[in-house]
């Protein structure tokens, strides 16, 4: 059984960026898409975008000027990057194992807020 | 890009039948058949509940189900019971994105 884990601060300043990394365990991240998936609080779900295993990414256009995410399979682990943090970043993170755009498994998720 | 449209709540008794649906356009739903549904718990990850329009992962019972007409696609929880009671969201697949939709909650009465 797949399993991911989100680890990264907590609390990121404005203007900043916030790094995030998720470390795969109980399976091999090759041949496959992972992805990452926020939701700020009281709010819906947005994908922010996948990499490949061979570290082809895509990204939301929506957010894709400030968003880089990258593969790192000698260590089994993904992660993401997002420049000039503002409030309305202020989400719960989620990592997740992407099937074709389908998500059959998650992270618990890490909370991030913006503030100074 | 906007968000597939969900009705924000709806309600059944145990045992009933509810039906949530969820309306993209002719760029997502109407075209692919990459929908997912997924039901989340206050403060837990979302767990995938449907995908590819009507397929159940292994371990979600059968009362779940998915369905697709043009660009809307449904799911249908039958026989409710009061575990079923959390917020539901739709994922359809849009030229290369992922777009999900704006969220359900369901109330078990």
Not at chain 2, 67 to 88: P, V
């Amino acid at each position: 059984q797949v399993q991911l884990q989100e680890s990264g601060p907590g609390l990121v300043k404005p203007s900043e960026a916030l790094s995030l990394t998720c470390t795969v365990s109980g399976g091999s991240m090759s041949d496959k898409y992972w992805s990452w998936i926020r939701q700020p609080p009281g709010k819906g779900l947005e994908w922010i975008g996948y990499v490949y295993y061979s570290g082809f990414a895509n990204y939301n256009p929506s957010l894709k000027s400030r968003v880089t995410i990258s593969v790192d399979t000698s260590k089994n682990q993904f992660s993401l990057r997002l420049d000039s943090m503002t409030a309305a970043d202020t989400a719960v993170y989620y990592c997740a194992s992407d099937d074709y755009g389908n998500y059959p498994h998650w992270g618990q998720g890490t909370l991030v807020s913006v503030s100074s | 890009q906007s968000a597939l449209t969900q009705p924000r709540s709806v309600s059944g008794s145990p045992g009933q039948s509810v039906t949530i649906s969820c309306t993209g356009t002719s760029s997502d739903v109407g075209t692919y058949n990459s929908v997912s549904w997924y039901q989340q718990y206050p403060g837990k990850a979302p767990r995938l509940m449907i995908y590819g329009v009507s397929k159940r992962p292994s371990g979600v019972p059968d009362r779940f189900s998915g369905s697709k007409s043009g660009n809307t696609a449904s799911l249908t929880i039958s026989g409710l019971q009061a575990e079923d009671e959390a917020d539901y969201y739709c994922c359809s697949y849009a030229d290369s994105y992922t777009r999900f939709g704006g969220g359900t909650k369901l109330t078990v009465l």
